[in-house]
């Protein structure tokens, strides 16, 4: 408090000779009227300012004092306020750990009213830290209807699990639709198993939004039309086992990264995606079975764009899966397959376009696949195949007897074939 006074007398005379001497330069003031005689109206003036400088001081103090109480008050209701978040967050969490699916369903709903109503963003992230790990936790699937009661525990389980999944998407939309926005939060949902889910719409912004090595079992999983803003965004090592995943319109800002990513036996479709001048990581993935798609879907306004950045499936390994991006657009996008590996299934490029910007398949290897590229518009984009192994793809090589355009680098093997 005596601090506080010192730096209050002190600011105030700083502030009242500024302002004295502004007033001086603003009247022109050259000199001051000096008298040798102490008239009674002199003295009356200066008892009055005495007296004005004593209750300015005085009201300077009190106002201190009233500043330093309000601030304690504050603090003082800031620590209540923790408190009964503390207090509302231990019951919440209790009744997420409870046996009954009713109750941990109630601690659900507890918990997310408690991050609408978190004190401090800080507190809000640990509500939705709590809800994340929910989901993260060991994931029985479904044993089958021969087994009613395992059965029947499955569902009540996958029940709060999808209702975690419903409240995130409603809390990540627009503020018009849910005043109580978590955008800008961290979402860690690293590892854990979906079996059905709808994100759609939801906009990811916070620094770090993490689906690696997220196992996508049954179901549908929808990311239709969803934003992801933030530069960590990330389905590394993720494992698309089963069921339908939707990229339909969904947007990626910053980098979509997908590196190590399993696709074996879902059907993961992204199409209409809009990877604009990001750059996209399928470095390492891994396609086994099932169906990944890139194409547009008939008679949409869009297709699926790739504009600048790059799109890098390099040592990826396409054994037995369907990869189709039919119709894309890629616009000054480096694309590379460098040293990737097919062995079956079939990857389709049937009229693309390529705009600028590069297609690299270095030193893959083409073995019993199925690699189309039909109808596929290059006409300034470098598309390079050295050291590559195995038969040329459809409709690539022009026809026997021409020649192949300077932008179209192309093995010795495959350059004999035309005569």
């Given amino acids: 408090m005596g601090r506080a006074l010192v730096l209050a007398f002190a600011g105030a005379v700083v502030i009242a000779g500024g302002v004295f001497w502004a007033l001086v330069d603003l009247l022109e003031v050259r000199q001051l009227r000096t008298e040798t005689l102490l008239t009674a109206s002199t003295l009356f003036d200066m008892v009055k300012l005495s007296f004005g400088v004593v209750a300015g001081a005085g009201a300077l103090v009190a106002l201190v004092v009233a500043y330093r109480k309000q601030r304690v008050d504050e603090e003082s209701a800031q620590r209540e306020?923790?408190?009964?978040?503390?207090?509302?967050?231990?019951?919440a969490v209790t009744q997420l750990g409870d046996p009954s699916p009713a109750v941990r369903l109630g601690g659900v709903h507890a918990l997310a009213a408690l991050a609408d109503d978190a004190p401090a963003l800080e507190l809000r992230q640990t509500c939705i830290d709590v809800l994340c790990a929910y989901l993260r936790m060991p994931y029985v699937p479904d044993p089958g209807p021969e087994d009613q009661a395992a059965h029947h525990e499955?569902?009540?389980?996958?029940?709060?699990?999808?209702?975690?999944?419903?409240?995130?998407?409603?809390?990540?939309?627009?503020?018009s639709v849910n005043p109580h926005s978590w955008r800008g939060r961290d979402f860690d949902f690293t590892g854990a198993t979906f079996d059905g889910g709808d994100f759609s719409k939801s906009v990811f912004s916070g620094e770090r939004t993490s689906f690696d090595r997220v196992r996508f079992a049954s179901g549908r999983v929808s990311f239709d039309s969803v934003q992801f803003k933030g530069w960590k965004t990330s389905f590394s090592g993720a494992y698309f086992?089963?069921?339908?995943?939707?990229?339909?319109?969904?947007?990626?800002?910053?980098?979509?990264?997908?590196?190590?990513a399993h696709f074996n036996g879902a059907t993961v479709r992204f199409g209409d995606t809009d990877f604009a001048h990001c750059s996209a990581y399928f470095t390492g993935a891994r396609f086994t079975a099932g169906l990944v798609s890139f194409i547009s879907r008939v008679g949409s306004l869009r297709q699926v764009q790739f504009l600048g950045g790059g799109l890098l499936f390099e040592r990826i390994k396409l054994e037995g899966a369907v990869v189709e991006f039919d119709r894309a657009l890629f616009k000054n996008t480096t694309v590379s397959f460098d040293e990737a590996q097919f062995s079956d299934g079939s990857l389709s490029f049937k009229a693309a376009q390529f705009h600028g910007g590069s297609a690299s398949f270095k030193r893959a290897i083409f073995n019993g696949c199925d690699v189309s590229f039909v109808g596929t518009w290059f006409p300034t984009a470098v598309f390079s195949f050295q050291e590559v192994q195995g038969a040329a793809p459809t409709g690539l090589l022009p026809p026997r007897g021409a020649s192949a355009p300077a932008n179209l680098l192309l093995p010795a093997h495959w350059l004999s074939t035309l005569g």
């Fill in 241 to 260: 086992d089963g069921g339908i995943v939707s990229f339909a319109y969904a947007r990626f800002d910053k980098m979509a990264n997908f590196v190590g």
């Fill in 81 to 91: 306020a923790t408190r009964l978040h503390t207090e509302r967050f231990t019951t």
């Fill in 154 to 175: 499955y569902l009540s389980l996958r029940e709060v699990r999808h209702t975690i999944i419903r409240l995130i998407r409603d809390h990540l939309q627009p503020e």
